[in-house]
């Protein structure tokens, strides 16, 4: 399996700006592909963004899509978020799910979660 680190939360006024980390270790080598997803208090966990491990596919929410950007480093076996132009409603603890192939299909793994907090 995979395990994550995921670092970059706080708390930061509306307009402001973030990066967040996610840093794989273990079974790297199958990854296929990783998300972030978010958790505001007393809601679902809602899909944030998606990077392919392999080619330039990315995907966005239509609530984050031009203020967030998620981007990889093959290298490092880390996944980022730059949330710019944050607000409000975007607090929440935000988790990345990295995907990896499997004999038997597919797993995700899910780090701990980084809480961010937009101010007004």
């Known amino acids: 399996q995979v395990q994550l680190v995921e670092s970059g939360g706080g708390l930061v006024q509306a307009g402001g700006s973030l990066r967040l980390s996610c840093a794989a270790s273990?079974?790297?080598?199958?990854?296929?592909?990783v998300d972030w997803f978010r958790q505001a208090p007393g809601k679902e966990r809602d899909f944030v963004a998606r990077?392919?491990?392999?080619?330039?596919?990315?995907y966005y929410a239509d609530s984050v899509k031009s203020r967030f950007s998620i981007s990889r480093d093959n290298a490092k076996n880390t996944v980022y978020l730059q949330l710019n132009n944050l607000k409000p409603e975007d607090t929440a603890i935000y988790y990345c799910?990295?995907?990896?192939?499997?004999?038997?299909?597919?797993?995700?793994?899910w780090g701990q979660g980084t809480q961010v907090t937009v101010s007004s």
């Open positions: 799910a990295w995907n990896i192939g499997t004999a038997a299909g597919t797993a995700e793994n």
């Open positions: 273990g079974r790297t080598s199958s990854t296929l592909h």
């Open positions: 990077i392919s491990w392999s080619g330039i596919g990315t």
